[in-house]
């Protein structure tokens, strides 16, 4: 059973910066092009960053790049987002999954940018 326990979030002030962890377990973490998604609220749920399953490339949403940075670890099967510079537009809660989506979804980890 594919499973996602993603953490880190908080209650932070614009500017501030936030790092999230997801570990992963169920399927072949190393294999898998992996994806940070938010579901900010009243809207959608959107894809913020992307890794490839090496972790040699990465792309993001516009309007984070440059302020968030993804990662992972093959070796311990954990993605990481670290975020800087936060916005109160960056408030949702941050999901992890496969690139397209395709598993489960766990509970997300709720991240709340306020003054």
């Known amino acids: 059973q594919e499973h996602f326990v993603e953490s880190g979030g908080g209650s932070v002030q614009p500017g501030e910066s936030l790092r999230l962890s997801c570990v992963v377990s169920?399927?072949?973490?190393?294999?898998?092009?992996m994806t940070w998604f938010r579901r900010a609220p009243g809207k959608g749920r959107e894809s913020v960053a992307t890794?490839?399953?090496?972790?040699?490339?990465?792309k993001y949403l516009e309007a984070v790049d440059g302020r968030f940075f993804i990662s992972r670890d093959n070796a311990k099967n954990i993605l990481y987002l670290q975020m800087n510079s936060l916005k109160p537009e960056d408030t949702g809660v941050y999901y992890c999954?496969?690139?397209?989506?395709?598993?489960?979804w766990g509970q997300g980890t709720q991240v709340t940018v306020s003054s």
């Open positions: 999954n496969r690139e397209d989506g395709y598993f489960p």
């Open positions: 169920g399927f072949t973490f190393s294999w898998a092009d």
């Open positions: 890794i490839i399953n090496s972790g040699a490339r990465s």
